[in-house]
């Protein structure tokens, strides 16, 4: 089973710029397509984006497309989210997580969680 631990989160204004990291180990990280989500208190944790385990085949939802990239080092059991032009609406946890079975946006078809790192952008 892969455990995975985010880093990379923090405070940063608005139109600014984060890298959150997601380290894997354990488990079949390589085989593994992964996923990142966010969550606000209160509300449902949301997709983000995907990526396959061969790095070839990405998804984004529509309010980070275009601002947000999904990328993986399988060599260094890592993937990550380039976050640019970040927006207060982008305040949350994210989590990153790998994908078991089902729809690529859907939290259900995610079986491995890390414990998430805060992202918070002021205006």
Known sequence: QVQLVESGG???QAGGSLRLSCAASGGTFRNSDMGWFRQVPGKEREFVASLSWTGTVKAYADS???RFTISRDNAKNTV???MNSLKP???AVYY???RSSGGYNLV???SNWGQGT???VSS
Do not use: F, I, M, N
């Open 108 to 110: 259900s078809a995610y």
């Open 10 to 12: 923090g405070l940063v």
């Open 64 to 66: 980070v497309k275009g």
């Open 118 to 120: 805060q992202v918070t």
């Open 96 to 98: 990153c997580a790998a």
């Open 80 to 82: 990550y989210l380039q």
């Open 89 to 91: 609406e982008d305040t």
